[in-house]
């Protein structure tokens, strides 16, 4: 015959099981989430900075990737060209949409932009701002 004691610690071991199961699929998807947001704003800097004449931004994206994407081969592989040519002072483009193709490859992102538009400079003009009525 099947007592409350036996009911309560059945309903108890699942709890817990369950908790458990929880709190490990929370952890890995929180590591999983956290990492991809430090790859996508690396990126974004690096984007938004290649162009500026100011290279300051730039060149702190651009030391973070080796940390950032330490896992993805592809993505390191192309750094390491452009690092190699940065020490020259001569970066090509080829080697630079390579390495943004990689990086947006490794975290799923699809820019939906060609090759030659990657390393055009994107600005719009000042606005004036409009005459008081």
Known sequence: MYSIIN???DISGASLIGGIIGSVMTLV?????SN???KIDTLRRFMGHKSNCDRTQFNVALNEIPVTFAN???VLDAFKKVL??????TI???DLIELIESMAK????????????LLRFVTLPDRKP???M
């Not at 190699?84 to 002072?89: A, D, F, M, R, T």
């Not at 490794?106 to 939906?112: P, S």
């Open 7 to 9: 009911f309560v610690s």
């Open 130 to 132: 409009n005459p008081p």
């Open 106 to 117: 490794n975290i799923h992102i699809n820019m939906g932009i060609s090759k030659n538009q």
């Open 36 to 38: 991809r947001e430090r």
């Open 84 to 89: 190699v040519q940065s020490q020259q002072n």
């Open 72 to 74: 993805a081969s592809k």
């Open 92 to 94: 090509r483009d080829e």
């Open 29 to 33: 998807f929180y590591y999983w989430f």
